[in-house]
């Protein structure tokens, strides 16, 4: 009889709940839990009571959502769970006190909770993110490019952190193609510089950035700006040339008072 067992262990099959018997017991010794190839749908409830934990693997299975009570594993100084069916990861990982390592990777990731940029501990995130980086192509993606948008992500992840303190956000020459959200969240950003890469639009959003006092839009393809100027009256300097605007910037560029720096040559107005 398994019934002691938590329900998703025994879903996962006889042979499954035998291992998670095995591991359980000994990372009752290590602090070390490799829950890898269960065919687990979920984190189980057993997992939250291992308060010795400093590793928790969930590797291959079928997890799509992760509690955001597995910050009780107070002691947790790496966690991986890649090649699930993760779309993102619960706010409440900021509260990890002693977290250093986070692998995503094979995951459909499409974005990551800000909160993470606060994290003192927090020394690496692996992850690939749609959002972030260029989409793949439809052929499978080879192990070396999958390596390049993992550190592409990083890179962009660390640019993030920086402009939380320094209100300062310079993504340009990145091959970026979809805007990071996470950028709108900082509301304090002075500079922003997205210059040289290979967007087409830029989010409505970015209107709401009203401490913004140099923008950076330039070598980009934009053909129009969907967003209100109204609220951008910090903004001094404005770069948008070599891009495909085919209209005016709008009626409300007008109130653009501060406004000392216009570069918008090299468009289709």
């Known amino acids: 009889d398994m019934d002691f067992l938590p329900a998703a262990v025994r879903q996962a099959g006889v042979k499954n709940m035998l291992r998670f018997i095995a591991v359980v017991h000994d990372a009752m010794q290590t602090g070390t839990l490799s829950l890898t190839d269960m065919n687990l749908s979920e984190v189980p409830e057993d997992v939250l009571g291992m308060t010795n934990l400093t590793e928790l693997r969930l590797d291959n299975n079928d997890i799509a959502h992760l509690p955001g009570t597995l910050t009780v594993l107070k002691g947790l100084k790496t966690f991986s769970c890649e090649n699930n069916k993760l779309r993102t990861i619960p706010t409440d990982f900021e509260r990890f006190p002693r977290l250093q390592r986070i692998s995503l990777l094979g995951n459909p990731i499409d974005e990551l909770p800000l909160g993470l940029c606060k994290m003192t501990s927090l020394t690496e995130i692996a992850s690939y993110s749609h959002d972030l980086v260029p989409r793949p192509p439809a052929a499978k993606i080879s192990k070396d490019q999958l390596i390049d948008n993992t550190f592409a992500l990083l890179d962009t992840f660390e640019h993030m952190m920086k402009a939380y303190e320094t209100r300062r956000l310079i993504l340009a020459d990145m091959s970026l193609a979809f805007f990071p959200n996470e950028a709108f ?11 040289l890469n290979n967007f087409d639009k830029v989010p409505n959003i970015i209107g709401g950035l009203v401490n913004l006092v140099h923008l950076r839009i330039s070598y980009n ?19 948008i040339q070599h891009n495909k605007l085919t209209e005016t910037l709008g009626p409300t560029f007008g109130s653009l008072t501060s406004l000392t720096e216009l570069l918008a040559h090299d468009n289709r107005f």
């Open 185 to 195: 969240q900082i509301s304090s950003l002075t500079d922003l510089d997205i210059s």
């Open 221 to 239: 393809f934009v053909g129009e700006f969907g967003f209100s100027w109204e609220a951008m009256t910090a903004l001094e300097v404005l770069h």
